[in-house]
């Protein structure tokens, strides 16, 4: 059975039965196998006989305590991931724990049964995120080296079966461009499911990915924080994934003080959610400060002026102009150009005024569609795509699975693939392509 297949192993330890018990009871209904050990040596002796793909363990036991277990645990089965439990305030166990057995999460005692269960799944979620990675990466590395022994050993095979191999390179090649763009692309393809939770017409991510993206491409802004900002634009409301249906379809400006204190929790909240992954780091902090005003009345951390992440300061004005279209923000939705009015009559309180003002003059500038606004662009659908034809933003299947990156450049192949998957899923796509530049020789041109 596949990691993809079998149910995940979690491991309880504490030397205390009741807590056993109680940590049993939160799991119960849970999709997990519980084992338990009532001690450090006893955890060890599991963990040598079994697969098991977290630990939770309690900071304070008798001989081998929690930081000590985890750090071994570090050291010999390092993919198992570590959560410390701990019901002490002892600032030296926590850090010990940290630096020896560099574990995921640490929770305090009494803890709270949601809080447990959902760091148990953003834990695991993680993990196999990170175990897929390195599928993927296993598996393009042993294409490439079948590949090097064909062209050594078998060239003269390898020169009849062109066409067979050259669908082999473009796979490879998508495969090696994913790799490099994958927290990028992840974050995209999540966002597009965090918008299943909304109704069509609330579904702002894609619109507010493709503003900061335009702003970014005309002001020439480095490579870096574009793909930050682009990361920052996909997860912003990923805080408000555990809302329910009711309170993500209510207007902020509707909410109760007990939504609204809610509310003001979510951009830090998806900064936490973020942690964990290092190359993300950036863009969590820039989800962290996006609802942070220009006059300081912000949240969370009420920062005024320039101390707000420049990043930040441009993604609320793109979630702000979104979001007020989508009746998120007022209960009645604006129409385009009642919310740039909205943007320009809060310049200078909500808003950086100068970069409030790039941003409107880029929205003026530009159709509602930022796509539509480049005559080089036709969106097309498939039995129209020609060989030479560039993506010019990606293609999602139906079910939110990205089918293809923008920049790529499409071969006879690739086109009559994309026209049997149609048929199959009885769907059909509009692409939004660019024609290759005039005097390019398709017959040399080498996949991206």
Not at 82 to 110: C, E, V
């Amino acid at each position: 059975m596949n990691d993809a297949q079998r149910r995940p192993t979690l491991l309880l330890v504490d030397d205390e039965e009741h807590i056993l018990n109680a940590l049993r009871r939160v799991l119960r209904g849970e999709p997990y196998d519980v084992l338990t050990a009532s001690s450090g040596n006893e955890a060890l002796a599991l963990l040598a006989a079994s697969d098991v793909d977290l630990v939770v363990s309690d900071a304070r036991m008798p001989g081998l305590d929690g930081p000590s277990l985890l750090a071994e645990v570090q050291r010999r089965w390092p993919e198992a991931l570590r959560i410390l439990l701990t019901g002490a305030t002892d600032l030296d166990t926590s850090i010990r724990a940290i630096n020896q057995g560099q574990i995921y999460r640490y929770l305090g005692k009494p803890w709270n049964d949601d809080e447990l269960r959902f760091t148990l799944r953003q834990a695991l979620a993680h993990q196999h995120a990170e175990r897929e990675h390195q599928r993927l990466e296993r598996l393009t590395l042993e294409q490439n080296r079948r590949l090097q022994e064909l062209n050594a050993s078998l060239e003269q095979r390898v020169l009849d079966r062109t066409a067979e191999l050259q669908q082999t390179a473009d796979m490879l090649d998508l495969a090696y461009e994913e790799l490099r763009h994958s927290y990028v692309t992840a974050t995209e393809v999540f966002s597009s499911l965090l918008a299943q939770r909304l109704p069509g017409d609330k579904q702002g991510n894609a619109q507010v990915i493709a503003l900061v993206r335009a702003f970014a491409v005309e002001h020439q802004l480095p490579e870096t924080d574009r793909r930050d900002l682009a990361m920052a634009a996909a997860l912003y409301n990923l805080g408000k994934l555990t809302w329910d249906d009711h309170l993500l379809n209510r207007p902020s400006d509707l909410l109760h003080r007990e939504e609204r204190e809610r509310y003001c929790r979510y951009p830090a909240q998806g900064e936490s959610l973020l942690m964990a992954l290092e190359p993300l780091h950036d863009a969590g902090r820039l989800i962290r400060h996006h609802q942070e005003r220009w006059n300081g009345t912000g949240f969370p951390d009420h920062l005024h002026g320039e101390e707000i992440p420049f990043g930040a300061r441009l993604l609320k004005l793109a979630v702000d102009f979104v979001e007020l279209q989508c009746g998120l923000i007022l209960q009645r939705p604006l129409p385009r150009e009642d919310a740039l009015q909205f943007l320009a009559r809060y310049a200078g309180r909500l808003y950086d005024p100068e970069l409030c003002q790039q941003f409107i003059d880029l929205c003026t500038r530009h159709a509602p569609d930022l796509l539509e606004a480049d005559p080089s662009i036709l969106a097309v659908d498939t039995r129209r795509l020609e060989p030479g034809m560039i993506l010019a933003r990606n293609l999602q299947a139906d079910s939110g699975m990205l089918l293809l990156n923008a920049g790529k450049q499409l071969s006879r192949a690739l086109i009559d693939k994309l026209t049997a998957f149609e048929t199959s899923e009885g769907a059909r796509y509009t692409l939004h392509v660019r024609q290759p530049a005039a005097g390019t020789d398709l017959a040399k041109e080498q996949p991206r």
